[in-house]
């Protein structure tokens, strides 16, 4: 399993993590148990078409809520269904009620509460197989098997014309056995029926349904006569090419999105098993520019930092604010939190977050006040980087 190296904390560890962020997060990336996760995800989420679907496959769901920052849902399947359920223009729905704008992200993707839902599927399995065409080859042969096949009248008739057998063991994917038009000769004059006949000794058993399909050796007549029986022979083959060629689509590269999201959080999370103030650093780095791109008001961003766990602790120990600043009215906590990033960071406005070195700012400030209060004395060199940035006496708002 892998696990970060992140072996120093404050300022000094964070510099090292930057360091050496795009190596240790590919090697994450590349660790059995994420490759396995993104595999089965790429494989399969495709082929979900509800909330229900999803919230029942524990591995999807790993890699959904992963996404999202929510990975301690996954055994709330009940919740996290609701939470898919809600449509994103109804204020009573619960992904909107909740105060973690994390969950109204999570709905909004995946979209089962949309009339149209899911919104990331592409073209369903039922389209795609509407829009399937034959090979150039395989069709031409499929003509001159209908063209035929009428007139074959033993097995003999039908191995001997190369085109006729191709079809023939394509309908049951063997096109390998073309080679061997004897034993397939044999095959075909087999009586299933009977426990010693040649298709009832092998082990492969689409021999037996070759020998079925024609009944050449079975009682009754062979069914190369029968009306449909073309049709039936063609529908078999184009059922069968069509299931080797088709892969689930998605929207708009939706999969690549949420795995790429995926691989980026989770690999914070492994960094907080370490460090965790390295995991809210590097959360902040990823969500402050997200936030400052959003298309909503500059009160709203700062409700948003408010209703996302992650990057309001951040802010609140890098601006030394108390737990009772949580107890405050919504409205005056936007207030002081505007406040202080002008005081402490010379922000105007939250678009200043665009610039990088601002935030750089917030994460050192946020780290010196973290590693200071965890110092071991009142006056060691963490002390004095908190009472620097706090200044004397008790936070007020």
């Known amino acids: 399993m892998f696990t ?3 072996p120093l904390g404050g300022i000094g560890g964070w510099t090292l993590l930057k360091r050496t962020l795009e190596q240790q997060q590919a090697q994450f990336a590349r660790s059995p148990s994420v490759q396995r996760d993104i595999d089965h995800f790429r494989e399969n989420i495709g082929k979900v078409q509800s909330a229900e679907q999803l ?3 524990r591995r999807l769901l790993t890699v959904a809520l992963g996404a999202f920052g929510l990975q301690d849902d996954v055994n709330n399947r009940a919740f996290i269904r609701k939470v898919l359920e809600s449509p994103e223009d109804d204020p009573r729905a619960l992904a909107n009620r909740l105060g973690d704008r994390r969950y109204t992200e999570l709905a909004r993707a995946f979209g089962f509460g949309e009339p149209g839902g899911p919104t990331f599927a592409g073209a369903s399995r039922e389209e795609q197989r509407a829009e399937f065409r034959l ?3 395989w069709a031409a042969d499929l003509s001159h098997f209908r063209n035929n096949i009428g007139s074959v009248e033993s097995a003999q008739d039908l191995v001997s014309n190369p085109r006729l057998l191709r079809v023939a063991l394509g309908a049951v994917g063997l096109e390998d056995r073309m080679a061997r038009p004897g034993f397939v000769k044999s095959v075909l004059e087999s009586n299933p029926q009977d426990p010693s006949a040649i298709v009832n000794r092998l082990s492969e058993p ?4 070759l020998s079925e399909l024609f009944n050449f050796g079975g009682p009754g007549l062979p069914r190369v006569g029968q009306a449909g029986f073309a049709a039936r022979v063609a529908d078999l083959i184009e059922t069968r090419l069509f299931e080797a060629s088709y892969t689930p689509q998605d929207a708009a590269g939706f999969t690549d999105r949420i795995i790429e999201a995926f691989t980026t959080r989770q690999f914070e999370v492994a960094v907080g098993t370490v460090n965790d103030d390295m995991r ?9 520019p997200e936030l400052v791109g959003r298309d909503t008001s500059e009160r709203g961003k700062w409700l948003s930092v408010i209703g996302q766990p992650p990057l309001r602790r951040v802010f609140e120990t890098a601006f030394g604010l108390p737990r009772e600043f949580a107890m405050l009215d919504v409205d005056r906590q936007v207030d002081v939190l505007r406040s202080r990033a002008s005081r402490s960071l010379g922000i105007s406005g939250f678009a200043d977050f665009a610039d990088a070195d601002r935030i750089e700012a917030l994460v050192r400030q946020f780290l010196a006040r973290s590693e200071a209060q965890m110092g071991p004395s009142m006056t060691g060199p963490g002390s004095v980087a908190l009472q620097l ?8 708002f």
């Open 4 to 6: 970060p190296a992140v």
């Open 55 to 57: 919230v029942s496959d």
């Open 135 to 137: 090979p150039p080859d």
């Open 206 to 209: 689409r021999l037996r349904e």
């Open 280 to 288: 809210l650093a590097l959360n902040l780095r990823r969500e402050l």
């Open 389 to 396: 940035l706090s200044g004397a006496g008790v936070p007020r």
